[in-house]
């Protein structure tokens, strides 16, 4: 998995992460690693071309509350 950003080493959130990563290896396609652990808040997505990865199903676990 070719990342262009990681949560939390370089977003120290989801959202953040979204809002402002680039793609770094030009792609086409903007790669998220979300890192094991459990990460909260909300998360909306406005833009295309954007893969969200975590660390394993038994290891990234997203809260929120519902979808916008």
């Known amino acids: 998995f070719a990342q262009d950003a990681a949560v939390p080493d370089d977003f120290a959130t989801i ?3 979204v809002n402002g990563a680039t793609d770094v ?3 086409g ?3 998220i690693l979300v890192r094991a652990g459990t990460h ?3 998360v909306r997505i406005q ?7 975590g660390e394993g199903a ?4 997203l809260q929120g509350n519902g979808l916008v």
Not at 47 to 53: A, D, F, Q, V, Y
Not at 58 to 61: D, I, L, M, W
């Open 15 to 17: 959202q953040a992460a």
């Open 25 to 27: 290896d030009q792609d």
């Open 29 to 31: 396609t903007v790669e």
């Open 40 to 42: 909260s808040g909300p």
């Open 47 to 53: 833009r295309s071309n954007l893969l969200l990865e």
């Open 58 to 61: 038994g290891a990234t676990t």
